[in-house]
T-cell receptor
Framework: GAVVSQHPSWVICKSGTSVKIECRSL??????MFWYRQFPKQSLMLMAT?????????EQGVEKDKFLINHASLTLSTLTVTSAHPEDSSFYIC????????????FGNGTRLTVT | KQEVTQIPAALSVPEGENLVLNCSFT??????LQWFRQDPGKGLTSLLL?????REQTSGRLNASLDKSSGRSTLYIAASQPGDSATYLC???????????FGKGITLSVRP
């Protein structure tokens, strides 16, 4: 089945530093990738929609200058958390959709970010 | 605004039991509905995708049904096993290019 690889699976960083998370579709082309944030025992909150070759669309309340998204190819999207603060600590999950609009979403295994 | 509700938040059953997980949504004009499984500290695994024109989908011991008019979907798990223990989330999409709206999930524990 379709596989989405997310890296790293966990990261610890100091306040003020930047962290990059990669999301790759391994066996299909993903024109659209999505970035979610999940708090403990809560549902997934969509942060932004990333389309290959164009600017990401951010959800209301999500700072685009803080959460930089790049979707440079049909198999790779990256999320960079800039100038991280402890409140950015969370579980970040990416998902990718194939080229058909009826294609199911496939998710990465998530990245646990801890900012100290 | 679409809202997705999954009740109860947690469920514990003995091994071998057949069980039903419920999902309700407020806007019946959906494009599709998807059920996912999430293991602790992991991402989501897609289980079943039901298009708006479909009534149900089956995969192995799993069967998902969709009743758009009543705003409900159920995930039926037959002969539950301890390995089925996980959080199950349903999510709906209201348009071909719209975002998924997730429920908070049901954490299932299957006791040996």
């Amino acid at each position: 089945g379709a596989v989405v690889s997310q890296h790293p699976s966990w990261v610890i960083c100091k306040s003020g530093t930047s962290v990059k998370i990669e999301c790759r579709s391994l066996d299909f082309q993903a024109t659209t990738m999505f970035w979610y944030r999940q708090f403990p025992k809560q549902s997934l909150m969509l942060m932004a929609t990333s389309n290959e070759g164009s600017k990401a669309t951010y959800e209301q309340g999500v700072e685009k200058d803080k959460f930089l998204i790049n979707h440079a190819s049909l198999t790779l999207s990256t999320l960079t958390v800039t100038s991280a603060h402890p409140e950015d600590s969370s579980f970040y999950i990416c998902s990718a959709q194939g080229t058909g609009t009826n294609s199911p979403l496939h998710f990465g295994n998530g990245t646990r970010l801890t900012v100290t | 605004k679409q809202e997705v509700t999954q009740i109860p938040a947690a469920l514990s059953v003995p091994e071998g039991e057949n069980l039903v997980l419920n999902c309700s949504f407020t806007d019946s004009a959906i494009y599709n509905l998807q059920w996912f499984r999430q293991d602790p500290g992991k991402g989501l695994t897609s289980l079943l995708l039901i298009q708006s024109s479909q009534r149900e989908q089956t995969s192995g011991r799993l069967n998902a049904s969709l009743d758009k008019s009543s705003g409900r979907s159920t995930l039926y798990i037959a002969a539950s096993q301890p390995g089925d223990s996980a959080t199950y989330l349903c999510a709906v999409r209201t348009g071909a290019n719209s975002k998924l709206t997730f429920g908070k999930g049901i954490t299932l524990s299957v006791r040996p």
